[in-house]
């Protein structure tokens, strides 16, 4: 794979990408609404508005994989989640379609399935429970990534991405964290492995607090760096002093699931 478009590349976990792929692939392309600041001689960017299907098409023209980070990355009202995680998820494949685009790696969220609680132990084909607006439109790209492949023979991955960061923050973190060298080893699985057809995979580093079965990782050859474990003492005071979130602490979302939270958790089974 020579070229590989990054959408969203101005944000955090584009940022990390940039740095971990350059290299890897000859041709870097990038696109977000406005370019990063620290914008490289040996980088191509391409201004792209996602809610534009032309935009989009002229975005993903010569390139072979695609890296989708772009849209709205935390809850967002519908308005916000419909125009950019959506439309703009929509556009992204059919504009990859149209233009011929070998592979797609598209960033999902650990928000598809939020709601498990915190002691069950899941597997990708536990069926998904998002925790948000923003969960939903995860689980919309993953299903849009099924199409694609099935139909139109694309070759896409799903990674169900936790937290993307230098070291895990609190406790939440320690089970489902990622170290951004253990994300690009998947994004490269994505856009590498033979075997891949459309793959749905957790995007978590050695942690043995997690609470994902990763086999459908370990078998494509993913193994983690990473162990939030080493970080522990610091996650679990940062934890100690933080206010106590009686909903969020049960579920795998955290904060997400609490937000606007009107049910009764007990029967969240
Ligand atoms: C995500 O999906 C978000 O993009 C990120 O900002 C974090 O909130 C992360 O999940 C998380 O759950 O920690």
Redesign the pocket.
Known sequence: MKTVLITGAAGNVGGWLRRLLAGVYPRLVLSDRRPPADLRPEEEFRATDLADLDSVIRTVAGVEGIVHLGGH??EGSWEEILQANILGCYHLFEAARRQGVERIVFAS???AVGFYPRRRRIGVDHRVRPDSR?GVSKVFGEALGSLYADKYGLRVTSIR???VAERPVDR??LA?WIHPEDLAQLVRIGLEHPAVHNEILFGASANERSWWDDEAARRLGYRPRHRAEDHAAEALAAQAAMPPDPVGDRFE??G?CSLEFSGDPDTIG
């Open positions: 990355s935390v969220s650990n928000h923003y991405i936790g937290n939440r973190r489902i979302g955290g997400f």
